[in-house]
Structure formats: structure tokens, C-alpha cells
């Protein structure tokens, strides 16, 4: 730059320049492109990393008072190579729930809920991405009011593509209780999402249930954005959303629902 020149730039001018042209730097560093693949992985419950979500999630509507229910769902996804061809995913669901009014006027109440486990044999050549494996539910709930406290368990499975900043799948499971009939129902979890250059997410998805005891659906939507960012060396992916029942039953949660979390992320 000639001296002339730069006697016409001032120095917020110059200043301006520099901190864009650092910003265009940092957006197409390696690391924000890791970080973008990253947090594409996210959206696949298959991909092979460690990630643990502490999922919050408030729903109202509950029971003949509009009783509201906030759960915390620690859920974490480990994956471990079996062989070259094949690995195994596990994913625990840990449920903590402050409630009030969910039956009647059952009043408050807290404590654990009831938690599954689910293990999917997925293979690590194929045109797409699969698994399937068995499901497990046990009766850790602190009373009945959180759970149904019985042992069960089914099969789950998931299927999704990944094209370019685009994932597309779902996820299902049936889970028959070992022990009564209190536990026969089937989850469905179709999903899509859509991750930017600089490690943005945006997901809609719905996570429903049919129970075949009582012939009834409860099926939210759910729209979410997630962001992958760092805390020193940590990777942590920032998620808020909102859900919209479009079908419960009497008793359980209806109109919109909130969800926020955070997941930890330990790329192998």
C-alpha cells in the first residue's frame, strides 16, 4: 500500500479491514471446517464419537389441573469398534423430573425416572448409514408417579443419508415390559436437519409414541437450533428449541413445549 493510500484510510478504517479479513481467516481455518464436520456428526446417532447431552425439557398440559413437567435427560452415546467392519453404539437415557399436578392434584414431586438403554450393531461399510439392536428399559424410577418401574425391553433401530450439509433418517424402537402389561409401545423418531459452514444446526424432528394398551398417540414436533462451540479444548454443542404436541392423550402434555441442552463432544 502506497503511502498515499494509506493517508486515505483512516484508523478505524484500517482497523475494519483487518478485523474482516481475520474473520474470513477463521471461517475458513481447518478448524472451523472440523468443527462444522463435527457438528454435522451430531446429527447422526451413529456417528463414532462420545457425547454426552444434558438435555432439559419442559412440557404443560399434564392431567385435569394443566399440571407442567421439566425432565433432565443425561444421555450418553458411546461407540466402540467391534472390527473393521462392524461397531457397536450404546446410548443411555437417565431421566430427572421435577413435576406438579401430572394426575390430578398429585402436587409436586421429583426424583429419577425410569431408564433405557439402547445398543445398535452398525456396520461401517455400507452405501448408508444403519443399525439395529435390542433396547432395554429398567426400573430405576424413584415411585410410580416418575415411571412405570418395570423391567422391559424390544428392538430400535436407525437408519439416516448424510448429503452435503443435509441429514436425513429416523430412529424406532418397541418396548413390551417383562413383567405386566403396562408397557407396550412403539417410538418413531423421524428426523432432518441442515448444518452450516460455521458449525450451525437447524433440526426439525418429531418423537413420537404409540401406546398399544390405550390406543393413543402423543406426537410433538420439534424445531431446534444447535451451535458447536468451544470452551478451551472442550467441544460443547449449544441447543434451544420448542415442540408443539399435535396429538397426546387426555392426561399427558399438550400445546408447546420448550427444550434446552448441552452436549459435550469427544471426537475419537
Known sequence: MTALAKSLLSKPARSGILASVALTALAS????ADDSELAKQLSNPLASLISVPFQFNYDTGYGSKDGNQTTLNIQPVIPFSLNDNLNLITRTIIPY????DVSGKSGNNQGFGDTTVSLWFSPTKSSFTWGVGPIFYLPTSSNRELGVGEWGGGITGVILVQEGPWTIGGLGNHIWSFENDDINSTYLQPFLAHTTKDAWTYTVNSESTYDWT???WTAPVNLMISKLVRFGEQRVSLQAGARYYLASPDSGPDGWGARLS????YPR
Open 262 to 265: 448441552a452436549t459435550l463432544v
Open 214 to 216: 390405550t390406543d393413543e
Open 29 to 32: 481455518s481447518p478448524a472451523a
Open 97 to 100: 423430573k421435577w413435576q406438579n
